[in-house]
């Protein structure tokens, strides 16, 4: 049985592709496109997922779409008659696309698929928590999802079972953590749907002086975690904008103009709403423990990616165990629905299902061809050889390209598709920011850690292979990692595993041999307002425009000083900034 799940038209469209229950193929079409976070109909993702499965649109048994359109849509429309005279901007941009595009998904699905089988809808909450409890190792468990709106729940905890999942409770519009949070990411200046986790990177560097503030004027938390806003400070259940001039007045400061300066306010702010935040995900976990009686927790919706979040939820030890889907955004939806269908449909136990290397990937011989027909330099070679002389150039103040087998799904570059340096040296966080990724300079970078060395450096509880909970460095190696120990001595940890990432443990692993140090500075192999790269030319272009000294492509091995300037030069991009 093959099932087609997709997720499109609010941001970062994505498809997946379930054969006999388990998962193959999954890609967001941003990858594809290269807009990031594209939210159109995710045309290249699902021929992408229908190839590497070597099937064709006519041999689905069905597709599954992660949303249910027209109780969205009757939620739109009412909160426009709720504010009609505010409402009518909006609703005159809003309904032309509604009309021709967003109510329509059976038709684009068979004008674009030419498929004429059964299309299947889900509700967005319940895609975000079967994409979370499906994916995780779990028989049994509590699930929450939190994220700004779905069709008009913007949370939900249930219980997941085998092959079943049940929702207990929802939180509803227009009353949203995620939609909070994203408030203030538009009141900081930063762009909505997309830079949260920038608000989450700034937060360290300031204090919460203003969580009282937004307690008492903008949030209402309840005991079990769901929160009343205060509609007066926001605008976005009526308008184009998130905040407006009685947020202004409620802070005494005027919104940040994008890319001006970061001042301390800011970052008190930031500080200020990631505090309010974790306040609420908490009470919501000690209250679905308390509600469920499980000892293992799943996380999905966008608000599961905040990795702070997560990180003292693990700590509070609530929960045993915890999981955080990989792809908790409206891409892990795609996910989600489509697993959610085989399960019902074919009754079949639980299955695991691991979200390493269910990307696209490429040959050594489709590598070569690219850099042959291109006139590009390169080492050809063993495999281990190139693994050892790039963790010896790393080791000597480098920064490596990594682009291997099949990319990550999610917005984490776990190893796949990574830029990679060393974390002893102190200058090489403002180096990459300045340097490779032309972004701001607060932004912290992650450790990649052999995961059988993990505890020697942090205070994790629990493996973390997919970068999403925060964890303290241990005060013995604060000075020995600084370049990926945050301002607030926490970092944003991933641990490898040999068996889930053979290439990057091994090189992680050589690293130690030269060093004694079991780490590595990881981050997404792309530059500021680009998507991860996904094939062999978009690496090398970002290889040419960037201070990547060396590109490691599968066996093939590319030094810059081997590259000439006019190569360079024809393959360079230019830089963009959102």
Same mark, same amino acid.
């Given at each position: 049985?093959?099932?087609?799940?997709?997720?499109?038209?609010?941001?970062?469209?994505?498809?997946?592709?379930?054969?006999?229950?388990?998962?193959?193929?999954?890609?967001?079409?941003?990858?594809?496109?290269?807009?990031?976070?594209?939210?159109?109909?995710?045309?290249?993702?699902?021929?992408?997922?229908?190839?590497?499965?070597?099937?064709?649109?006519?041999?689905?048994?069905?597709?599954?779409?992660?949303?249910?359109?027209?109780?969205?849509?009757?939620?739109?429309?009412?909160?426009?008659?709720?504010?009609?005279?505010?409402?009518?901007? &909006?609703?005159?941009?809003?309904?032309?696309?509604?009309?021709?595009?967003?109510?329509?998904?059976?038709?684009?699905?068979?004008?674009?698929?030419?498929?004429?089988?059964?299309?299947?809808?889900?509700?967005?909450?319940?895609?975000?928590?079967?994409?979370?409890?499906?994916?995780?190792?779990?028989?049994?468990?509590?699930?929450?999802?939190? +994220?700004?709106?779905?069709?008009?729940?913007?949370?939900?905890?249930?219980?997941? +079972?085998?092959?079943?999942?049940?929702?207990?409770?929802?939180?509803?519009?227009?009353?949203?953590?995620?939609?909070?949070?994203?408030?203030?990411?538009?009141?900081?200046?930063?762009?909505?749907?997309?830079?949260?986790?920038?608000?989450?990177?700034?937060?360290?560097?300031?204090?919460?002086?203003?969580?009282?503030? /937004?307690?008492?004027?903008?949030?209402?938390?309840?005991?079990?975690?769901?929160?009343?806003?205060?509609?007066?400070?926001?605008?976005?259940?009526?308008?184009?904008?998130?905040?407006?001039?009685?947020?202004?007045?409620?802070?005494?400061?005027?919104?940040?103009?994008?890319?001006?300066?970061?001042? /301390?306010?800011?970052?008190?702010?930031?500080?200020? /709403?990631?505090?309010?935040?974790?306040?609420?995900?908490?009470?919501?976990?000690?209250?679905?423990?308390?509600?469920?009686?499980?000892?293992?927790?799943?996380?999905?919706?966008?608000?599961?990616?905040?990795?702070?979040?997560?990180?003292?939820?693990?700590?509070?030890?609530?929960?045993?165990?915890?999981?955080?889907?990989?792809?908790?955004?409206?891409?892990?939806?795609?996910?989600?629905?489509?697993?959610?269908?085989?399960?019902?449909?074919?009754?079949?136990?639980?299955?695991?299902?691991?979200?390493?290397?269910?990307?696209?990937?490429?040959?050594?011989?489709?590598?070569?061809?690219?850099?042959?027909?291109?006139?590009?330099?390169?080492?050809?070679?063993?495999?281990?050889?190139?693994?050892?002389?790039?963790?010896?150039?790393?080791?000597?103040?480098?920064?490596?390209?990594?682009?291997?087998?099949?990319?990550?799904?999610?917005?984490?570059?776990?190893?796949?598709?990574?830029?990679?340096?060393?974390?002893?040296?102190?200058?090489?966080?403002?180096?990459?920011?300045?340097?490779?990724?032309?972004?701001?300079?607060?932004?912290?970078?992650?450790?990649?850690?052999?995961?059988?060395?993990?505890?020697?450096?942090?205070?994790?509880?629990?493996?973390?292979?997919?970068?999403?909970?925060?964890?303290?460095?241990?005060?013995?190696?604060?000075?020995?990692?600084?370049?990926?120990?945050?301002?607030?001595?926490?970092?944003?940890?991933?641990?490898?595993?040999?068996?889930?990432?053979?290439?990057?443990?091994?090189?992680?692993?050589?690293?130690?041999?030269?060093?004694?140090? &079991?780490?590595?500075?990881?981050?997404?192999?792309?530059?500021?307002?680009?998507?991860?790269?996904?094939?062999?030319?978009?690496?090398?272009?970002?290889?040419?425009?960037?201070?990547?000294?060396?590109?490691?492509?599968?066996?093939?091995?590319?030094?810059?000083?081997?590259?000439?300037?006019?190569? /360079?030069?024809?393959?360079?991009?230019?830089?963009?900034?959102?």
């Amino acid at each position: 049985m093959k099932i087609l799940g997709i997720s499109c038209f609010y941001h970062d469209a994505a498809a997946a592709l379930v054969v006999d229950g388990q998962l193959v193929a999954a890609a967001s079409e941003e990858r594809f496109s290269r807009i990031k976070q594209d939210p159109e109909f995710p045309v290249q993702a699902i021929k992408f997922c229908l190839e590497k499965a070597g099937s064709r649109a006519a041999e689905l048994d069905y597709v599954v779409f992660y949303d249910k359109p027209f109780t969205k849509f009757d939620r739109i429309i009412s909160g426009y008659m709720a504010t009609p005279f505010k409402s009518f901007k &909006s609703f005159r941009l809003a309904m032309p696309i509604w009309l021709r595009q967003k109510l329509w998904i059976s038709s684009i699905i068979d004008k674009e698929l030419d498929y004429k089988g059964e299309i299947l809808y889900l509700p967005h909450h319940l895609s975000h928590a079967a994409g979370a409890f499906f994916g995780s190792p779990f028989e049994q468990s509590a699930i929450l999802t939190v +994220d700004g709106v779905g069709e008009w729940a913007t949370a939900s905890y249930g219980i997941g +079972d085998n092959n079943k999942i049940k929702l207990i409770k929802e939180m509803h519009y227009p009353h949203s953590v995620g939609l909070l949070y994203s408030a203030l990411t538009y009141y900081l200046g930063f762009q909505v749907n997309s830079a949260e986790y920038k608000v989450m990177g700034l937060a360290p560097y300031g204090q919460p002086v203003y969580q009282e503030l /937004i307690e008492e004027h903008l949030v209402r938390i309840c005991d079990d975690g769901s929160i009343f806003l205060n509609m007066e400070y926001f605008d976005y259940h009526f308008g184009q904008t998130m905040t407006g001039k009685k947020m202004e007045q409620l802070f005494a400061m005027p919104r940040r103009t994008p890319e001006s300066d970061i001042e /301390i306010f800011h970052e008190n702010v930031a500080a200020s /709403i990631q505090a309010v935040t974790e306040k609420i995900v908490l009470k919501m976990a000690a209250h679905i423990r308390e509600e469920t009686g499980m000892k293992r927790l799943c996380l999905s919706g966008g608000v599961a990616l905040n990795c702070k979040v997560n990180g003292l939820l693990l700590k509070q030890g609530l929960f045993d165990e915890i999981y955080a889907q990989p792809a908790s955004g409206d891409a892990g939806g795609a996910v989600g629905a489509a697993l959610y269908t085989h399960y019902q449909i074919s009754g079949e136990d639980k299955k695991n299902q691991p979200f390493f290397t269910i990307g696209p990937s490429y040959s050594g011989d489709e590598i070569k061809l690219f850099l042959d027909d291109n006139k590009i330099k390169y080492r050809a070679g063993e495999l281990d050889l190139h693994i050892k002389y790039a963790a010896e150039q790393i080791a000597d103040g480098k920064i490596l390209g990594l682009f291997q087998n099949g990319m990550e799904f999610g917005p984490r570059a776990l190893g796949f598709r990574s830029i990679v340096a060393d974390p002893r040296n102190n200058q090489m966080k403002e180096k990459i920011n300045a340097a490779v990724k032309y972004r701001e300079q607060f932004r912290p970078f992650a450790p990649a850690v052999l995961e059988e060395k993990a505890e020697d450096y942090f205070d994790c509880c629990a493996p973390a292979p997919y970068m999403l909970f925060n964890f303290n460095v241990n005060k013995s190696k604060q000075d020995i990692i600084p370049a990926v120990t945050h301002v607030d001595n926490s970092s944003r940890i991933q641990t490898v595993s040999k068996s889930d990432n053979p290439v990057f443990h091994q090189l992680i692993s050589e690293f130690e041999k030269l060093t004694d140090v &079991s780490i590595l500075l990881n981050t997404s192999f792309n530059m500021r307002g680009y998507p991860i790269v996904n094939s062999p030319v978009e690496a090398f272009e970002t290889f040419c425009t960037g201070g990547i000294d060396i590109l490691l492509m599968g066996s093939t091995l590319i030094v810059k000083d081997d590259i000439s300037a006019d190569i /360079i030069n024809r393959f360079r991009l230019d830089k963009k900034f959102d």
